[in-house]
Each structure stands twice: as structure tokens, then as C-alpha cells.
């Protein structure tokens, strides 16, 4: 059992306090560990990049490390850190932060390949569940591409990675449902790819994920149950607003696109046109 959580801004967002920002994030790494402390991180998703920290502590644990302050300073601000340095400053305001809290089932932690987000060249990704065929897989496609780690988890990522990659032309969610039909085992999972870092891929078969909006000031929240969610923006409610539930169903993704402030529904096996807009008008 492990948990997956984040954050996305949609465009035209009201969100400008850095503070907040950075007490939410921490009170999710703390809601979110009740389902595993063998090891936590984050990636932190720009127009320009995607920065992963993580490491073989727990969530709250984490976020007192040098390596998380630093990673705050630089990706966690917005417009109410007038004395921050310049140069600490990412050149691209955040888009979404994916995090993740490990119970190891396979992989060291020791080993920080292992831990979540994983890194395949253009997917940064957190699982919760158990993949039952992450060896045949790895065996099938093993002159296609690497194994990195030991993790049962990677194998969604470089699945996903490699079905959108070898058809460029291939929307990223006909790669999530073409990897989905090859895994074995329960999944609950959030990913960016680099070339749509404006997206946040949700997907779920069997683990839990619960999707939030607070539409008054543009921004999108989830976490493995809603309730760690809640409490963890509970000191921010005056601010935030009303949290509106965006439902996502067993064997169901969506792609939580904040640029154009949409959310686009397929199923796992079947594709949905089906949008439900997240304007702020």
C-alpha cells in the first residue's frame, strides 16, 4: 500500500501565496505516509522541466531535508516571495507537483531508482498497487529498452513511455490504455509527460485516487482518499474555497489539462469524448 498526491494550477489561477503552497504540499506528504514510510518524493513540473527529489524516509521526514528546502525555494514560489534570490527562482512558473509515499513491496528503497516519482526518459510517474507481470514484461521488451531498478512499478512508466514515443503521433492516453491492457495487478497512478507538461495523467484500476477542485482560485488537488486531501488544506479553506469532486471511476483516466483548463475522460479500454471543463469562468 503506498499513496499518490498533488497539485495542478490551471491557467488564470489565483493562486500567488508561496507559504501556502509549500505548508499544503507538507501536510500532504504527512496525510499521504499513513500508507507508506519506507520512502517519499516529488517531482515538480515546469513548462521547461520536471525536478524529482525523493528519497528512503518517510514524508515528513523529507520535507525537513536540505535537498526538499532547496527544491521549495526554487520551484515552490509564486508572487509573494519578493525578497527570494533571483537565481533560486525556477526560469518557469509550476504547473502541477506529483508526489508519492512508498510501502516497499519490491526494490529496495536503498536503491533510489526504486522510489517514486519514477524516471523513464520522457515519463515521470507514482503507482499504488502491485504489478503481477513487471519481469515477463521487462523479459519481452528487454531489447526494446532497460530495466533501471527493481521496482515493480517502473514497467507502467516505460510501457507508457515507449507506446507514446514510437508513434509520435499517438495521444498519450491510446499509450496509458495500450499499457494498462498488458499489466497484471491494481494501479492507481499519476504521470507527466515532457511533451505535454501541461497535462496531469490520472488513471486507476482498483487503487483508490480522489480528485478535487477548488475553482475559486484554479487548482486541482488529489490524494490517495479525499480526507487526506482535506485535512491537509483545512488551515487554507477561507482561501481556497469550495472543494468540487471530479469522480474518477475504477478501470477510468483522465487528463487534467491546465492550459486549456479541461479534463478529458477515457476508459481504460475504451476512449470517451467526453470533457468536463474546469474553466474559472
Known amino acids: 500500500m503506498c499513496a499518490i498526491f498533488g497539485l495542478g494550477f490551471m491557467k488564470g489561477h489565483k493562486v500567488e501565496n508561496s507559504e501556502m503552497v509549500r505548508n499544503i504540499l507538507r501536510n500532504l506528504f504527512k496525510e499521504n505516509q499513513i500508507r507508506g514510510r519506507t520512502a517519499a518524493g516529488l517531482a515538480c513540473v515546469t513548462s521547461r522541466e520536471i525536478h524529482v527529489v525523493k528519497k528512503d524516509v518517510c514524508g515528513s521526514t523529507l ?10 525555494r526554487k520551484y515552490v514560489t509564486f508572487s509573494t516571495a519578493p525578497d527570494q534570490d533571483p537565481k533560486e527562482i525556477a526560469k518557469e512558473p509550476p504547473i502541477s507537483y506529483i508526489g508519492h509515499c512508498r510501502l516497499k513491496t519490491k526494490g529496495s528503497e536503498l536503491n533510489n531508482v526504486n522510489n517514486h516519482p519514477i524516471v523513464r526518459k520522457e515519463v515521470v510517474g507514482v503507482h499504488n498497487g502491485m504489478i503481477g507481470n513487471d519481469d515477463h514484461l521487462f523479459d519481452i521488451y528487454k531489447k526494446t529498452f532497460p530495466r533501471n531498478g527493481e521496482v515493480d512499478s517502473e514497467i507502467i512508466f516505460a ?19 495500450k499499457a494498462s491492457q498488458t499489466l497484471l495487478g491494481g494501479m492507481a497512478c499519476a504521470f507527466a509527460h515532457v511533451r505535454q507538461p501541461h497535462v496531469v495523467w490520472l488513471f486507476r484500476r482498483g487503487g483508490p485516487c480522489d480528485v478535487v477542485i477548488f475553482r475559486d482560485v484554479g487548482m486541482v488537488a488529489w490524494s490517495s482518499l479525499q480526507q487526506y486531501t482535506t ?20 478501470n477510468e483516466g483522465i487528463g487534467i489539462d491546465l492550459f486549456r483548463n479541461l479534463v478529458h475522460r477515457f476508459d481504460l479500454y475504451e476512449y470517451s469524448k467526453r470533457n468536463n471543463a474546469l474553466s474559472m469562468m
Open 63 to 72: 520535507v525537513t531535508l536540505p535537498e526538499y528546502e532547496h527544491m521549495e
Open 231 to 250: 485535512r491537509a488544506v483545512r488551515d487554507y479553506t477561507g482561501i481556497l474555497g469550495k472543494a468540487e469532486v471530479i469522480e474518477l471511476a475504477p
Open 159 to 177: 510501457l507508457i513511455e515507449h507506446f507514446s514515443r514510437i508513434d509520435a503521433s499517438r495521444h498519450i492516453h491510446k499509450a496509458i490504455q
